[in-house]
């Protein structure tokens, strides 16, 4: 589906308790391919540095349920600064929209230093448009890391995740910090389950995941997150 030029897929979020991780996990591994970037069984780490303006508006349009919404962010994986993306996730209803853009070590830093006039010329309309919300007050905010289990399959472009270990940069704002700290960020040890999918989620993977069979949420980890930040940064 399209809108307003924009690839949108469908995007399901599911609390899991422990005991129902591990049953549906296996049933999961057993059909679905794990994704090619895990290292491990247990998966990979994601880190994200999220941006928001001057009023807010990325934190109150999740929680005041905005139809329309975005959210600028950087993202490194398992620590690394071999692949560094600036992202831009878009929500409209029940649909997403994700555009991705890499960028350098050196251009992250950058950033970070306040000096991102490069964007402009760097002929990605993502970049550009990046670096025109930074220009509107746009900051660094809230770093969100966890450990992503996912499984994929190919016909709908089906990806099933398991987000685990979810926790907040309390002491930072740069992802690649020595000293970083992070805080989990869940009050129960709990798995954060992602149904994500194009136009149709085959039949046999719907009766393999049985979603309805869980507590479907509207989960922000930016605002989980965000909302521990505050706790430290008192912003």
Same mark, same amino acid.
């Given at each position: 589906? @399209?809108?307003?030029?924009?690839?949108?897929?469908?995007?399901?979020?599911?609390?899991?308790?422990?005991?129902?991780?591990?049953?549906?996990?296996?049933?999961?591994?057993?059909?679905?391919?794990?994704?090619?970037?895990?290292?491990?069984?247990?998966?990979?780490?994601?880190?994200?540095?999220?941006?928001?303006?001057?009023?807010?508006?990325?934190?109150?349009?999740?929680?005041?349920?905005?139809?329309?919404?975005?959210?600028?962010?950087?993202?490194?994986?398992?620590?690394?600064?071999?692949?560094?993306?600036?992202?831009?996730?878009?929500?409209?209803?029940?649909?997403?929209?994700?555009?991705?853009?890499?960028?350098?070590?050196? @251009?992250?830093?950058?950033?970070?230093?306040? @000096?991102?006039?490069?964007?402009?010329?760097?002929?990605?309309?993502?970049?550009?448009?990046?670096?025109?919300?930074?220009?509107?007050?746009?900051?660094?905010?809230?770093?969100?890391?966890?450990?992503?289990?996912?499984?994929?399959?190919?016909?709908?472009?089906?990806?099933?995740?398991?987000?685990?270990?979810?926790?907040?940069?309390?002491?930072?704002?740069?992802?690649?910090?020595?000293?970083?700290?992070?805080?989990?960020?869940?009050?129960?040890?709990?798995?954060?389950?992602?149904?994500?999918?194009?136009?149709?989620?085959?039949?046999?993977?719907?009766?393999?995941?049985?979603?309805?069979?869980?507590?479907?949420?509207?989960?922000?980890?930016?605002?989980?997150?965000?909302?521990?930040?505050?706790?430290?940064?008192?912003?």
């Amino acid at each position: 589906m @399209e809108f307003q030029g924009k690839k949108l897929r469908h995007e399901y979020k599911y609390y899991l308790h422990a005991h129902d991780y591990m049953a549906l996990r296996h049933k999961v591994s057993q059909v679905l391919t794990m994704d090619r970037n895990s290292l491990a069984s247990d998966g990979y780490e994601i880190r994200s540095l999220y941006f928001d303006g001057p009023h807010r508006h990325s934190l109150h349009d999740k929680n005041d349920g905005i139809f329309k919404r975005e959210k600028y962010r950087i993202r490194i994986y398992n620590g690394s600064d071999a692949k560094i993306s600036v992202e831009r996730k878009s929500k409209f209803g029940e649909y997403v929209c994700k555009e991705s853009a890499a960028i350098s070590r050196l @251009e992250y830093d950058s950033i970070l230093d306040g @000096e991102y006039s490069f964007m402009k010329e760097k002929g990605h309309t993502l970049l550009q448009e990046f670096y025109a919300a930074l220009n509107r007050g746009f900051r660094p905010i809230t770093i969100v890391n966890y450990v992503r289990e996912a499984y994929v399959y190919e016909p709908g472009n089906v990806r099933i995740t398991f987000d685990k270990r979810l926790s907040a940069g309390i002491n930072t704002h740069d992802l690649f910090h020595p000293d970083l700290v992070l805080e989990e960020s869940l009050l129960l040890p709990q798995t954060i389950l992602e149904v994500k999918y194009d136009s149709f989620l085959p039949d046999h993977i719907r009766k393999l995941v049985q979603p309805d069979n869980h507590q479907r949420s509207s989960i922000s980890k930016y605002v989980i997150c965000r909302e521990v930040g505050i706790k430290h940064f008192k912003e």
